[in-house]
């Protein structure tokens, strides 16, 4: 565990009143991790009187509405202090006015680069959730019904319903405490609409993945791009392409998959998955990202063809 701020300095500063009128930051396209962690926190300190509101550069998505309209009505204010829930990248927050005064890191990613007074990392959490749980209950919090659902949500989505390599024993007992405050089915309505629920765009994108998809190092990597041009003949949102992995990770035999979304003209996200002993986190440090040894993601120039080559030869470099 990588832990820079002192575990119980980092509790008394979320304790002291002085720490109010709060935003707590999450990541541009928020997954499920930031989202619940970030309205999670917020919710939190809130329940401790504060004044508290989530930041994200990105909207977030309709299937996030369970935790988002709990937001609706709050009375604008102008936050003193800063919080980044799940944020490995000062650029993941896009230019925000206050990315350079951030008083807390809450992160586990390994090699979260977001500097603040106080800062807590640990890489050995399947989720950012997990570590807002232990925030909470050491504030003396009981999660009630909305808690319950804002972590299990963090907790449930990036481990994949709990069938990741990153999942660990404290995964489980997080979901099991979790259980406990959650209504009638809650859990089971998260997971259908996080992994069972898919529209149309969403398959026709899966499809898309599967009749596109390319191979090298005979069949240990898989790979593809997606223009903006294309995302246009799609009517694809960026934001759903995040499918499109799942589908080509799957495929026996791949051990690397990569997949390269073109954000703005030129502009490639790629996110990565991969399996031991690869280090996606390691192979995306080359080209200046970062993440977990199994899910990692990184930023490229160029276009299409030229991303996919630079990717392609540095995977069958790692993998040779």
């Not at 399947?126 to 804002?150: K, N, T």
Request: hydrophobic share 40%; net charge negative.
């Amino acid at each position: 565990m990588e832990m820079r701020t002192d575990w119980n300095d980092l509790i008394k500063a979320l304790q002291d009143p002085i720490f109010d009128r709060v935003l707590v930051a999450c990541h541009r396209s928020p997954d499920g991790d930031a989202a619940g962690s970030a309205h999670a926190l917020a919710y939190a300190l809130r329940k401790m009187g504060r004044k508290a509101r989530v930041f994200c550069p990105d909207p977030f998505g309709k299937e996030f509405s369970y935790l988002t309209g709990e937001e609706e009505g709050i009375p604008p204010f102008e936050p003193t202090h800063f919080v980044t829930v799940d944020v490995a990248e000062p650029d993941m927050l896009c230019g925000a006015a206050f990315a350079d005064r951030i008083d807390i890191c809450l992160d586990h990613h390994k090699n979260s680069r977001v500097q603040a007074r106080y800062r807590f990392v640990d890489p050995t959490a399947a989720s950012c959730g997990e570590i807002i749980l232990e925030v909470i209950r050491a504030l003396g919090i009981e999660p009630d019904a909305y808690l319950a659902r804002a972590l299990y949500t963090a907790v449930a989505t990036d481990t994949g319903c709990f069938r990741y390599s990153n999942t660990t024993e404290k995964t489980f007992l997080a979901a099991a405490y979790l259980s406990r405050f959650a209504e009638k089915n809650d859990f089971y309505k998260i997971n259908k609409a996080m992994f069972e629920t898919k529209s149309r765009v969403r398959l026709l994108l899966e499809a898309e993945a599967a009749e596109n998809v390319s191979f090298a190092s005979h069949g240990r990597i898989a790979y593809l791009a997606v223009t903006l041009e294309r995302q246009k003949e799609l009517n694809a949102d960026y934001r759903e392409l995040d499918t499109m992995i799942n589908v080509i990770r799957q495929i026996e035999g791949v051990q690397v998959a990569m997949v390269a979304k073109e954000r703005e003209p030129g502009v490639f996200k790629v996110s990565v998955r991969s399996e031991a002993p690869f280090d996606a986190s390691a192979f995306c440090a080359a080209f200046g990202g970062g993440g977990h040894v199994a899910a990692a993601g990184c930023t490229l120039n160029g276009t299409g063809e030229e991303v996919l080559s630079a990717l392609v030869e540095e995977g069958e470099r790692r993998l040779s």
